[in-house]
């Protein structure tokens, strides 16, 4: 394994255990499923240099442009949700209180 492929496995593996263990805050969450998504578009840009073909090179802007669209949702919850409960707490958050 190259220590590029290191890297991104990593980092890939880092986010999934930080949102799999440090649910406390919304936001941290959302760090969380943002730096999957980065990691992701890095093994996808490195997937399509190295195949050195312009087919495989839209598939890490269509990531990146999903994962600002992910982004923006997760901000404009993160907003309602502070509004509305005063905290971004997940425990706090709950659907059946309203």
Same mark, same amino acid.
């Given at each position: 394994? $190259?220590?590029?492929?290191? %890297? @991104?496995? !990593?980092? @890939? ?5 930080? +949102?799999? @263990?440090? &649910? $406390?805050?919304?936001?941290?969450? +959302?760090?969380?499923? =943002?730096?999957?998504i980065l ?5 996808l840009?490195?997937? /399509?240099?190295?195949?050195e073909? $312009?087919s @495989? !090179? #839209?598939?890490?802007i269509?990531?990146l442009?999903? %994962?600002?669209? =992910?982004?923006?949702?997760g *901000?404009?919850?993160?907003? /309602? #949700?502070? &509004? #509305?409960?005063? #905290?971004?707490r *997940? ?7 309203c």
């Amino acid at each position: 394994m $190259t220590p590029v492929h290191f %890297s @991104f496995s !990593s980092a @890939f593996i880092l986010g999934l255990m930080g +949102l799999a @263990f440090h &649910r $406390t805050h919304l936001l941290s969450a +959302l760090l969380c499923l =943002e730096g999957i998504i980065l990691s992701l578009f890095i093994a996808l840009a490195l997937w /399509a240099l190295q195949f050195e073909s $312009t087919s @495989f !090179s #839209t598939a890490p802007i269509l990531l990146l442009a999903f %994962s600002a669209c =992910e982004a923006s949702a997760g *901000l404009a919850l993160l907003v /309602a #949700t502070a &509004r #509305t409960h005063g #905290t971004d707490r *997940l425990q706090n958050l709950n659907l059946l209180q309203c």
